[in-house]
């Protein structure tokens, strides 16, 4: 379209569409005016504009509030902004859950957070898919059969086999292979330095003294700092999964207590397989029978295992992230800085999450299938957790601190803190460039009327004003905001994929990472045999279940992008252009450093190298 006239300063563009075929949604990605001076001004849109509508934009200048001086201009920002609350709703999915997205399904949501093809994030399509293309059919019709050695398993796992799997399967039973996964596996966020042993856990130097290497007893080793913990009472009384009357499954809460030796490897020294002591409880060690000290860190695996899947991958990173997504539509405008760095970070995110609570986690889901806590006993983690969650424990350093593991002396193989470590610097120092670009000093944050709204959006209505979380009701300092900022990116990008996708890797070997057992944990000792542990792990069935899953879940997206990666033009201002150079060379200077430090590793570690690191959370 062109005007002759010299129409003056242009504050908005209005798109409008009229509806003519069936499906004919347009998404746009920008309007470009060119002035009759021969200058370009840019309207960014990045968005779907579906049936009969329009939509006014703004040019691509990043504006706080109090930037906007005109009435055409504060007009449009209050009407975006309740356009948006009206279709962005808080709703309950379950009591005690962070609030969530009100869309019962995927298709309900508003057109810009759809998936581009629902298909391809299906977990029904996707994970028949997966026991297709891993041959797992032909075992289905066995469903509730058991295996019949360890070997059996490899029926279905030499299809897909990597090198940190196979190496899994070749090594799972060994101490060391136990004791690395707390450091670098799935869920590398559970275990915690042991100043003083659990009242309920009564481990006396006479029974681990095999096990210590440097002639002190228990409590010197204690003193010293070596000696760790794994406890998941947070699993005590969890109800186990009872959806399917003809197998009987078990859940318990496990504590396991682990010796960094002289070569700073962790190994196990003693579990007890539940929490109230006793002559049933016994405390096994790895002087037991092989297949007693076996079947109890099967079982502690087995509970990790269900603690990663609810509490450290689904609340911790999905259902918080959604939070933050939610708030920032409801109370952003398009122009807002924060609004535009934030964009990327929360892309899809509330769309898988309405996806799992449509098909993975509701009931009668996928998640009842295989999982020892389906049928309620994932809802009941996640109500537990609730209580507990702080915003101090996203913060990874404070979090690291909080557990006692940030000493790299101690712990020097510990590469999922480190590589994070790097991150969060290099997510931090970006947060640090760009909110400085337009804040100036601590009262333009503290008069940001849509920051405020939406730090309290995010307390208020996402964490259910759950004074304890430590979660702020408001910002005040540009270091708070800085660091406030970077925990949202950090969690939506690192912190989800170094729990996510390694979860093939290190759960594909079923006895590594049974999704559910089935016989009770053995109350004495001397009474395991092969035969026992068996009986005890997933059936045929099961196991493909949990394969099928471990399997989706650890694939990225078809059109991913990665953390730094930013082809939507968002901002147009030179000062974020080179804030995100800088971001980006950082990032694959951290890249680099990993590739060389996983050179000929046996159990390379890459899931935080920002090369494999989404933008957010989108599977």
Request: with cysteine; aromatic share 12%; net charge negative.
């Amino acid at each position: 379209m062109t005007v002759s006239n010299d129409l003056g300063e242009i504050l908005l563009v209005k798109i409008e569409k009229r509806k003519y075929w069936v499906h004919d949604d347009w998404y746009c990605k920008y309007i470009t005016i060119k002035t009759p001076q021969g200058e370009y001004k840019e309207f960014p849109c990045y968005r779907w504009i579906a049936d009969d509508k329009e939509v006014e934009l703004r040019d691509g200048k990043a504006r706080l509030p109090r930037d906007d001086q005109t009435q055409i201009a504060k007009q449009h920002r209050r009407r975006e902004l309740e356009q948006r609350q009206k279709s962005y709703r808080w709703k309950e999915w379950h009591p005690g859950f962070p609030l969530s997205i009100d869309a019962n399904s995927h298709k309900d949501l508003p057109r810009d957070i759809q998936f581009d093809t629902e298909k391809g994030v299906d977990f029904v399509l996707n994970y028949s898919k997966a026991m297709e293309n891993l041959y797992l059919n032909r075992f289905m019709y066995m469903f509730q059969t058991s295996w019949t050695d360890f070997a059996d398993f490899e029926q279905i796992f030499v299809r897909i086999s990597n090198t940190i799997s196979d190496y899994v399967m070749q090594h799972w039973q060994e101490d060391f292979m136990f004791g690395y996964q707390f450091l670098n596996g799935c869920n590398p966020v559970v275990f915690e330095k042991c100043n003083k042993l659990p009242d309920n856990f009564p481990v006396t130097t006479e029974m681990v003294d095999t096990s210590l290497e440097r002639n002190l007893t228990l409590e010197e080793e204690i003193k010293e700092g070596n000696i760790y913990l794994a406890d998941y009472k947070i699993m005590d009384g969890v109800p186990a999964n009872a959806t399917d009357p003809c197998t009987m499954q078990y859940l318990t809460a496990p504590i396991c207590l682990l010796y960094n030796n002289l070569r700073k490897k962790l190994v196990p020294i003693a579990i007890q397989l539940k929490q109230e002591p006793g002559p049933e409880n016994p405390i096994f060690l790895p002087t037991d029978a092989k297949y007693d000290w076996l079947l109890a860190k099967i079982w502690v695996r087995s509970s990790d295992f269900h603690v990663h899947q609810t509490v450290t991958h689904l609340l911790r990173t999905h259902l918080i992230s959604e939070v933050f997504g939610i708030a920032m539509y409801r109370q952003l405008a398009a122009v807002h800085p924060l609004f535009k760095l934030l964009l990327p970070h929360v892309r899809y995110t509330i769309a898988i999450n309405t996806k799992a609570r449509e098909q993975l986690i509701c009931e009668c889901g996928l998640f009842d299938k295989a999982n020892g806590t389906g049928g309620g006993g994932h809802v009941r983690l996640v109500q537990r957790t609730m209580e507990d969650l702080t915003f101090q424990s996203l913060c990874f350093p404070e979090a690291i601190k909080m557990r006692g593991v940030e000493s790299k002396e101690s712990l020097p193989y510990y590469h999922y803190r480190d590589d994070s470590q790097m991150v969060w610097d290099a997510v931090l120092g970006f947060a640090t460039e760009v909110v400085n670009i337009y804040y100036d000093d601590d009262e333009a944050v503290q008069t940001d009327t849509e920051l405020q709204a939406f730090v309290k959006d995010v307390f208020v209505y996402g964490l259910k004003d759950n004074k304890r979380s430590g979660f702020p009701k408001s910002v005040k300092t540009i270091r708070k905001l800085i660091e406030y900022v970077t925990v949202i990116i950090f969690t939506t990008s690192c912190q989800h994929a170094a729990v996510n996708f390694g979860q093939y890797d290190w759960c594909s070997w079923i006895p590594n990472a049974p999704p559910t057992m089935r016989r009770p944990p053995p109350t004495e000792k001397e009474v395991v045999d092969v035969e026992y542990i068996i009986e005890s792990l997933p059936d045929r069935g099961r196991s493909c279940w949990h394969l099928g899953a471990v399997w989706a879940l650890s694939q990225f997206q078809d059109n991913e992008l990665f953390l730094g990666s930013y082809p939507d033009e968002h901002f147009i201002e030179q000062p974020v252009k080179e804030a995100m150079e800088n971001f980006q060379k950082n990032l694959q200077e951290i890249s680099n450093r990993i590739a060389e430090r996983n050179k000929d590793k046996k159990l390379p570690y890459y899931y935080a190298s920002p090369d494999r690191i989404p933008n957010s959370v989108a599977v």
